[in-house]
Nanobody
Framework: QLQVVESGGGLVQPGGSLRLSCVGS????????VAWFRQAPEKFREAVSC????????NYGEAAKGRFTISGDNAKNTVYLQMNNLKPEDTGVYYC?????????????????????WGQGTQVTVSS
């Protein structure tokens, strides 16, 4: 079972930035697809961004385009989500998920069903 743990959430003012981290445990995270999802209160979980195995491809949900960046650090077995120009509507619990078809390196899926291992989430609150 792949295990991932998120961190880096917190309270930030509108226009501020946060960097979320997703650390893999017991496996090499870079060899799998990794995605970030988020869930706001009383809303469905939505896809934020994904990264294919070995980081060859990335994809972003509409709300994240132009403001968020997904990246990886192999030495730390970590995938990051850099979030800039945060807005109150970015508030929610952010989840890291790993899985996918490791043989596919040129694209990744922004769908929950593509990922089998999920973290517990980290809370992001954007408020003045």
């Amino acid at each position: 079972q792949l295990q991932v743990v998120e961190s880096g959430g917190g309270l930030v003012q509108p226009g501020g930035s946060l960097r979320l981290s997703c650390v893999g445990s017991g496996f090499t995270l870079n060899k799998y697809h990794v995605a970030w999802f988020r869930q706001a209160p009383e809303k469905f979980r939505e896809a934020v961004s994904c990264r294919s195995s070995f980081g060859d491809a990335t994809n972003y949900g509409e709300a994240a385009k132009g403001r968020f960046t997904i990246s990886g650090d192999n030495a730390k077995n970590t995938v990051y989500l850099q979030m800039n120009n945060l807005k109150p509507e970015d508030t929610g619990v952010y989840y890291c998920a790993a899985g996918g078809d490791r043989t596919i390196r040129n694209w990744c899926r922004l769908e929950e069903a593509a990922y089998g291992s999920w973290g517990q989430g980290t809370q992001v609150t954007v408020s003045s």
